[in-house]
């Protein structure tokens, strides 16, 4: 089954381009056709490149992991912190800091500095023992800090993919993850290079709900991965289909213990032994008769499920 179809690109605007005057000759192959000086992207492709990059990321995360969320303009503040706080990984939405990645280690001071501030009562200003002047500078301080790494206060090491809407506009981070050689996951509209990405989407990178709609198949993606690494279900339908638990599995192998020791030789196999015929131990029969304790219990706290599990009579 596909991430995401066609006509759900088509309703999210995936396929506009920039205008013909504005565009990169490198991207002539994602192209489809011009209109009205816009130019139309492939959505067929684009279809392709998403259910490679979300096999990528879903492998990627399944193995441990963790995709950096990036994407400072407008139209991607609101769905990169909203996608990625979703499945619990980290994103800049707001500035990037220039090192964030190849100056990591300075990084992860002034985070430690931000969860300092953020122990410290402001409101008090007796118990703190500093002036009012000098509480507001440090509140100033935690919001600044706040804004610009809030999203990565637990990011304790860099990541090892990045998800980036605009490579154009966050070609620092571009830059600092390819010096890493940090895979790059990213939109790329008609404007933008495709070399300097290992994962590319065509696609509108301008409009919010196309940014919205392939951030959020992203998201799915580390949803997905985190998944596959804890041993879940994805699905209502795989869940369904899921181990049984073990009380489940101890009553069916309680009912099939006396039919293991029948001989294969016994004509009349699926009729029910007559008590008096088998002269079973006492140990076999008390282990028959807590098994049927343990089903009578089940059959009244759960009607389905213990019909299911019961052995047959």
Known sequence: MAVVTTRQLLESGVHFGHQTRRWNPKMKRFIFTERNGIYIIDLQQSLTYIDRAYAFVKDTVGRGGQVLFIGTKKQAQETIAEQATRVGMPYVNHR???????????????????????????DDVAASGLTKKELLGLRREKDKLEKTLGGIREMSRTPQAVWI?????????????????????????????????DFAIPGNDDAIRSVSLLTRVLADAVAEGLVSRSGGATTGDEAEVEPMPDWE?????????????????????????????????????????????????EREYQPDAADQAAPAV
Do not use: Y
């Open 249 to 297: 599995r101890e009553l069916l192998g309680a009912s099939q213990e006396p039919a293991a020791s029948v001989p294969d030789a016994e004509p009349a196999a699926d009729a029910a032994p007559v008590p008096g015929d088998e002269q079973p131990g006492e140990a076999a029969v008390e282990a028959e008769a807590e098994a049927d304790a343990k089903v009578t219990e």
């Open 96 to 122: 990037w800091l220039g090192g964030m990645l190849t100056n990591f280690g300075t990084i992860v001071k002034r985070i430690q500095r931000l969860k300092e501030l953020e122990v410290m009562d402001f």
């Open 165 to 197: 809407v605009d490579t154009k506009k966050e070609h620092l981070a571009v830059d600092e993850a390819r010096k890493l050689r940090i895979p790059v996951i990213g939109i790329l509209d008609t404007n933008c290079d495709p070399d300097e990405v």
